[in-house]
């Protein structure tokens, strides 16, 4: 947006460039303006010098019609600013309670606590069909034959009916 402007600019300056090239004979008579409450004339000028000065003058004026509204919307600005920090620091705090009672994230002195017992229950879990399962009393996986233990199941299943 600012090389844009930037070129805007450029294009406004080169066209009243053309402008004051193009009319330079009439730009270049000196005048002398007279002001209707004021005695005295105003000392003969080049129209471009006038010109120049009534450019300003109008510029200044905008700028200062327009500073207080800046300065109200800049204050403006510094306190919604202000609110929405505070805002945030209180959403990410209520956020952090909520996971805590929720049981996502708990206190630290908790983590320190679990994470020392969690070691040991990932341990004994672990599972691997390398290792033989203690409770497997033949020494086979329950995965080499799986066909055996369906009918182990059924049979042990049919005898509970029986009972």
Do not use: H
Not at 94 to 110: A, H, I, N, S, V
């Amino acid at each position: 947006m600012k090389k844009a402007t930037v070129f805007i600019w450029a294009i406004i300056t080169v066209l009243i460039g053309i402008i004051f090239y193009d009319n330079w004979g009439i730009i270049s008579n000196k005048i002398s303006l007279s002001i209707r409450f004021v005695a005295k004339p105003l000392p003969p000028l080049p129209i471009f010098v006038y010109f120049i000065i009534f450019f300003f003058v109008g510029f200044i004026l905008a700028y200062l019609f327009n500073f207080s509204i800046r300065f109200k919307t800049r204050r403006t600005a510094k306190k919604l600013n202000a609110t929405i920090a505070t805002q945030e620091g209180e959403v990410s705090e209520l956020k952090r309670e909520l996971d805590t009672l929720k049981g996502l994230e708990t206190p630290m002195e908790e983590q320190t606590a679990e994470t020392k017992t969690d070691t040991d229950k990932i341990i004994e879990l672990t599972s691997d069909s390398m290792v033989e399962n203690p409770a497997d009393q033949t020494g086979k996986s329950t995965i080499d034959k799986p066909e055996e233990n369906i009918a182990n199941d059924l049979k042990d299943e049919s005898s509970k009916e029986k009972s």
